[in-house]
């Protein structure tokens, strides 16, 4: 009988079964295999390398997704390897969003920075407040002690807010809405103790207009109990509602808010924690309730206790019936193209060279801050601008957005600058104003408003993928250019929030050379994925 010839795949087989158990000996895999196990399909025949570069591109995409960060990983390089990663979220069959709020004011603190308006020369500055045109500068209104941008622990995105109060330097961070205030107000904020104060602690507060004894609605951990708590009052709550929920150290707790004041007797308040409601707490005053007009995050305790709060995601409302804002998670997107300008040749990059396809670069950094690259407006004109696009979203059930941009110019007497968001084809003034200021960059933080439903209702939707996707942002457009403006960074922060129905499945793709590793899994949060 003639020889048979073997299949030699077989062979290939038992080779890299012996490489892949050589390196994970030496330690080389414990480098790809920081996260969670992979549950991994090969789909090409491409040298081992090659695989282990695709496995630990598909290990950055589930840390990617896992830390809420919007669109694709970066390339990378691996073992001299150029990867690529995708993410890919896909609905349940079925899942509807919730309906679109009209948020007032977005911030997972995305920029890096804090940035307030009290004009103090100690701390960064943000644009005048309560409105420049009846268009609200945004950014924190002011701010009392240790107050810090920080890196850890966040909940989504890449920073989150640090209020840390001491037993002689209490701390918060405040901002007002914008003028007529409102009369109602919804909230939706997380906070995360690393260990409990022993003093009741105020995670928030919502300062109400009208009457003496409940001017001030606490959000407050209840030392006593250990279980969180909403009071009406005024320094410190006398009218108290606990929850039936215990504070945990370590762990992100989120909380709703609604406070109905609309000028009547009493003034009420519902409320969410952990997206389980609670027992309302209504309290009655001298006077009617008016308006809300300035929220908290962190306040000192009473008597004075070392103890810090971080908090992220934070979203506010004027329209009761936004209420509970839900599970809402804000990432940054930054831009990453030019689009159609009208004049460009009236701007500049920081060089002095001409605007061109990656200017975008010349304004994406995080933190922001930095004076040394930027986009100049060099001559003058009320139609003349430059767009900027920003990533897509995979997110189905988008909340809305906030447009933060860093500024600064060449001078201090008066000039002119604006910015104008289109998530439609018709845009809504972000800012538009004097940006004369030298050293540090100012900042202004605007919701963005789809112009195609009413620019004067701030943040009106419909808010959808097809909506952010198509977002951008044109500045300039002014007739004063002395001294020169310039913008130094522009940054989008989208909030968005899990589609009803239940989790999305994610599918990430890892990419090297000839090999591709798959991996997909229910969406879980910044918890470990069920691969």
Same mark, same amino acid.
């Given at each position: 009988?003639?020889?048979?010839?073997?299949?030699?795949?077989?062979?290939?087989?038992?080779?890299?079964?012996?490489?892949?158990?050589?390196?994970?000996?030496?330690?080389?895999?414990?480098?790809?295999?920081?996260?969670?196990?992979?549950?991994?399909?090969?789909?090409?025949?491409?040298?081992?390398?090659?695989?282990?570069?695709?496995?630990?591109?598909?290990?950055?995409?589930?840390?990617?997704?896992?830390?809420?960060?919007?669109?694709?990983?970066?390339?990378?390089?691996?073992?001299?390897?150029?990867?690529?990663?995708?993410?890919?979220?896909?609905?349940?069959?079925?899942?509807?969003?919730?309906?679109?709020?009209?948020?007032?004011?977005?911030? *997972?603190?995305?920029? $890096?920075?804090? !940035?307030?308006?009290?004009?103090? /020369? #100690?701390? +960064?500055? %943000?644009?005048? @407040?309560?409105?420049?045109? *009846?268009?609200?500068? $945004?950014?924190? !209104?002011?701010?009392?002690?240790? /107050? #810090?941008? +920080?890196? %850890?622990?966040? @909940?989504?995105?890449?920073?989150?807010?640090?209020?840390?109060?001491?037993?002689?330097?209490?701390?918060?961070?405040?901002?007002?809405?914008?003028?007529?205030?409102?009369?109602?107000?919804?909230?939706?904020?997380?906070?995360?103790?690393?260990?409990?104060?022993?003093?009741?602690?105020?995670?928030?507060?919502?300062?109400?207009?009208?009457?003496?004894?409940?001017?001030?609605?606490?959000?407050?951990?209840?030392?006593?109990?250990?279980?969180?708590?909403?009071?009406?009052?005024?320094?410190?709550?006398?009218?108290?509602?606990?929850?039936?929920?215990?504070?945990?150290?370590?762990?992100?707790?989120?909380?709703?808010?609604?406070?109905?004041?609309?000028?009547?007797?009493?003034?009420?308040?519902?409320?969410?924690?952990?997206?389980?409601?609670?027992?309302?707490?209504?309290?009655?005053?001298?006077?009617?309730?008016?308006?809300?007009?300035?929220?908290?995050?962190?306040?000192?305790?009473?008597?004075?206790?070392?103890?810090?709060?971080?908090?992220?995601?934070?979203?506010?409302?004027?329209?009761?019936?936004?209420?509970?804002?839900?599970?809402?998670?804000?990432?940054?997107?930054?831009?990453?193209?030019?689009?159609?300008?009208?004049?460009?040749?009236?701007?500049?990059?920081?060089?002095?060279?001409?605007?061109?396809?990656?200017?975008?670069?010349?304004?994406?950094?995080?933190?922001?801050?930095?004076?040394?690259?930027?986009?100049?407006?060099?001559?003058?004109?009320?139609?003349?601008?430059?767009?900027?696009?920003?990533?897509?979203?995979?997110?189905?059930?988008?909340?809305?957005?906030?447009?933060?941009?860093?500024?600064?110019?060449?001078?201090?007497?008066?000039?002119?600058?604006?910015?104008?968001?289109?998530?439609?084809?018709?845009?809504?003034?972000?800012?538009?104003?004097?940006?004369?200021?030298?050293?540090?960059?100012?900042?202004?933080?605007?919701?963005?408003?789809?112009?195609?439903?009413?620019?004067?209702?701030?943040?009106?939707?419909?808010?959808?993928?097809?909506?952010?996707?198509?977002?951008?942002?044109?500045?300039?457009?002014?007739?004063?250019?002395?001294?020169?403006?310039?913008?130094?960074?522009?940054?989008?922060?989208?909030?968005?929030?899990?589609?009803?129905?239940?989790?999305?499945?994610?599918?990430?793709?890892?990419?090297?050379?000839?090999?591709?590793?798959?991996?997909?899994?229910?969406?879980?949060?910044?918890?470990?994925?069920?691969?």
């Amino acid at each position: 009988m003639p020889p048979t010839k073997r299949d030699e795949r077989g062979q290939s087989l038992v080779i890299v079964l012996s490489l892949i158990t050589l390196l994970f000996l030496l330690g080389s895999s414990l480098a790809v295999h920081a996260s969670v196990a992979l549950r991994t399909t090969r789909t090409s025949a491409g040298e081992g390398n090659d695989f282990y570069a695709a496995d630990a591109a598909t290990e950055l995409g589930i840390w990617w997704q896992r830390n809420g960060k919007a669109g694709n990983p970066p390339a990378q390089t691996i073992n001299g390897i150029t990867t690529s990663t995708t993410v890919t979220s896909t609905p349940v069959a079925g899942g509807t969003c919730p309906a679109s709020p009209t948020p007032d004011w977005i911030s *997972g603190m995305e920029s $890096g920075v804090f !940035y307030k308006y009290v004009n103090n /020369v #100690t701390n +960064v500055y %943000t644009m005048p @407040r309560p409105s420049d045109n *009846g268009i609200p500068a $945004g950014g924190w !209104y002011d701010k009392g002690g240790d /107050v #810090t941008i +920080v890196t %850890t622990p966040v @909940r989504t995105g890449t920073y989150a807010l640090r209020v840390h109060s001491t037993a002689s330097v209490g701390a918060y961070a405040a901002t007002r809405f914008a003028t007529p205030y409102p009369t109602s107000a919804v909230m939706r904020f997380s906070v995360r103790l690393d260990s409990l104060p022993t003093q009741d602690a105020d995670l928030a507060r919502l300062a109400v207009t009208g009457g003496t004894n409940y001017t001030v609605l606490h959000v407050f951990y209840k030392a006593t109990t250990q279980k969180y708590a909403l009071g009406w009052g005024w320094a410190n709550p006398t009218l108290v509602q606990e929850s039936t929920v215990t504070a945990t150290t370590g762990t992100w707790a989120s909380f709703d808010v609604r406070v109905s004041a609309n000028n009547q007797n009493p003034r009420t308040a519902d409320w969410y924690v952990n997206d389980i409601s609670q027992p309302s707490l209504s309290a009655t005053d001298t006077a009617n309730a008016t308006n809300v007009s300035t929220w908290y995050v962190g306040y000192p305790t009473q008597p004075a206790t070392d103890w810090t709060g971080y908090f992220d995601d934070i979203v506010l409302s004027r329209d009761p019936n936004d209420f509970p804002l839900g599970d809402i998670k804000i990432v940054p997107l930054s831009p990453n193209a030019m689009g159609t300008s009208n004049t460009p040749t009236n701007f500049q990059n920081d060089d002095g060279t001409a605007i061109n396809a990656n200017s975008w670069q010349r304004v994406d950094e995080i933190p922001m801050g930095s004076l040394t690259d930027y986009i100049k407006m060099v001559t003058a004109g009320q139609t003349s601008y430059i767009e900027f696009n920003f990533p897509d979203t995979t997110e189905t059930c988008p909340r809305g957005a906030s447009i933060v941009a860093a500024v600064h110019s060449a001078g201090t007497s008066a000039n002119g600058f604006a910015l104008v968001g289109y998530p439609s084809p018709i845009g809504c003034i972000l800012f538009g104003g004097d940006v004369s200021y030298t050293s540090p960059a100012w900042y202004t933080q605007s919701i963005l408003t789809n112009g195609a439903v009413n620019c004067a209702t701030l943040g009106a939707g419909p808010w959808t993928q097809a909506a952010i996707n198509s977002t951008t942002v044109r500045v300039g457009l002014t007739s004063d250019v002395n001294p020169v403006p310039y913008l130094d960074a522009l940054l989008m922060e989208l909030a968005y929030r899990p589609m009803n129905g239940g989790p999305a499945t994610i599918t990430i793709a890892g990419s090297a050379g000839g090999s591709t590793v798959n991996t997909s899994y229910s969406d879980a949060g910044a918890a470990a994925p069920t691969l």
